[in-house]
C-alpha cells in the first residue's frame, strides 16, 4: 500500500521561513481547509494518510517533504539548511523507523527534502541556500549501497530544486529552465512549464496534483494525457511551500499497527 505522511499546519506559520517572497499575512484557517483538501485527495487516491498534529513550535513544520528522505530500502533523515527547522525532524523518525531503517546527515551537511528530485534510481539533489555539497556527499553515502545515483544540479532564483522542476513518471522532468540547469536531465524528457509556480508538481501514479494557481501548466499536462487534480494551495504558497512539500509518500507492506 502508499503511505503519505503529512502534518497539520503550525499556529505559528506566520513566522515560517521566507527566502523570496515578502511576508504576506497568511489566513491559519484558510491554510487549514486548503490542506486538508491535499490531505483528502491523497486518500481519494487510495494512499493511506498519516497525519501529524501540528507543532506550535516549528512554524515550518507542516512542510515533512524537507527533513527525511524515504526509499524502498532505506529512509534518510536530513538536515535541513534553515537552523529553526532542524528539530523537525525528531517525530518523523519515530514514524519512519517503523518501516525503514534509517541513515542520517550531519553537520557539516545540510540538504532540504525539497532539494532531492528522484527518479527512479536516479536522485538529483539541488545546490541552493539550502543544500550544500556535503549534504549531496553525506546522502550518496548513505543510499549509493542501495544502488541509487546520486547528481546535484546547480538551483538558481527559486528556493529548492523542485521549486523548478518536478518529476512526473516515465523519464518526464517538467522543468522550469530559468531556475536550474536542464542539461543536468539530459536523457531525460523534458516538459517546460509555462508558468512558473506550476513546476511543483506531485505525481501519485498517472494523477498529477498541481497548484490550482498554474491553470496553464494543468492544460498542458492534460493535453499531455495526464489526469490532474488541481489544488488551491494560496495560504501555503505564501510560506514558499508547494504541493510535493506537504507529503512523504512512500510504498509499505503494511498499514500503520
Ligand atoms: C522554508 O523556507 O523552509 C519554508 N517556509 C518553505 C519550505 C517549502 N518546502 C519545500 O518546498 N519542500
Redesign the pocket.
Known sequence: MQIAITRGVSPSMDS????FLERAPIDIARAREQHAAYEACLAGLGLHVISLPAEPGF??AV?V??PALVLEEVAVILR???AS?RGEADSLERILAAYRPLRRLRDPATL????ILRAGKTIYVGLSA?SNAAGVQQLAAAVEPFGYAVRPVLVRGC??L??AASYLGEGTVLVHRPWVDAGAFAGMKLIDVPEECGA?VLAIGQTLLVAKAAPRTAERLEQLGWQVRLLDNSELAK????L??CSLVFTAALPPS
Do not use: M, Q
Request: proline residues 7%; contains cysteine; hydrophobic residues 20%.
Open positions: 515560517c521561513e521566507l527566502t512554524p515550518d512542510f517533504e524537507d535541513p539548511g534553515a527547522r532540504d527534502g525539497g532539494d539550502r528556493l529548492h523542485k521549486s511543483n510560506a514558499e511551500g508547494a510535493t512539500c
